[in-house]
């Protein structure tokens, strides 16, 4: 791989290939996220936008000038176009909160591609919907941004995850199409982080039996705290609780 601080970045964009057409590389301000920081409830993280985000580029855009696929609405949701941003980072710190600031700055459509100069990347995406408390809003469902990967050094599900993105496979009737197929994507890959092993699934009740997951996961580790400070025959009770939570975990993984 080239030696060079866009290769994490440059290796994604060239597993996915996007069609020449939509290829942009236009230079975002980073002040339109700076100025908007505090409209998205997010004033708190302003120290972190302005220090470790180096440059946002608005790499690809997805729309039907550029791209043979259709524009999707209802009565929920708009796909109209799909922006994909490239966000060059000064460091890894704190980049699922900048990745949520910048698709809730952002009110369309958005695939993120985060990456350092050491060659690391991660990938986000937010399913967004019309806001039924304002006219014209939108507001994001849920965020999934990927863990930090090394492009040199990619685990299996990893290696899975980045290829199943790639343009050839993917369902191009609509924008909606195109959004649904990286959600279920995106959550094979948090599923994957629990059980090792990248598949593609539909996302609706994964996502409950991943919530679950987190859920055990959470109350295990609270009970492990607990148990440092608790009396022997306290600790025989909760060593016995820590053991069934991770039968159910160990069970809920498997139908991950």
């Not at 009565?75 to 460091?91: F, I, T």
């Not at 025989?236 to 609780?241: C, I, M, R, W």
Request: net charge positive; aromatic share 10%; charged share 25%.
């Amino acid at each position: 791989m080239p030696d060079n601080k866009k290769a994490a970045i440059d290796y994604v964009w060239s597993a996915i290939s996007f069609p020449e057409a939509a290829y942009l590389h236009k230079r975002m301000p980073k002040k339109i996220f700076l100025e908007n920081i505090s409209l998205v409830g997010a004033k708190n993280f302003l120290p972190l936008l302005r220090e470790n985000v180096k440059n946002v580029y608005w790499e690809y855009t997805l729309k039907p000038s550029t791209c043979p696929v259709l524009p999707y609405r209802d009565n929920e949701r708009e796909y109209l176009e799909v922006a994909v941003l490239q966000v060059e980072m000064n460091s890894q710190k704190g980049h699922k909160r900048i990745a949520e600031i910048i698709n809730r700055v952002i009110p369309y459509p958005l695939m993120l591609g985060l990456y350092t100069e050491t060659g690391e990347f991660a990938l986000s995406i937010a399913p967004k919907r019309f806001s039924q408390t304002e006219h014209g809003a939108f507001v994001a469902e849920r965020f999934y941004t990927t863990g930090w990967m090394n492009s040199e050094a990619l685990g299996n599900q990893e290696s899975a995850f980045v290829a199943s993105l790639a343009w050839s496979h993917m369902p191009l009737q609509t924008y909606g199409t195109l959004y649904n197929a990286w959600v279920d994507r995106f959550t094979g890959y948090e599923c994957s982080v629990l059980s090792g092993t990248f598949t593609i699934g539909k996302a609706g009740d994964r996502l409950d039996r991943l919530t679950r997951c987190r859920e055990i996961e959470s109350k295990i580790s609270e009970l492990r705290g607990q148990l440092k400070k608790a009396a022997f025959n306290r600790q025989v009770e909760l060593n016995t609780q820590i053991k069934q939570m991770e039968r159910e975990l160990a069970g809920m993984v498997m139908k991950l």
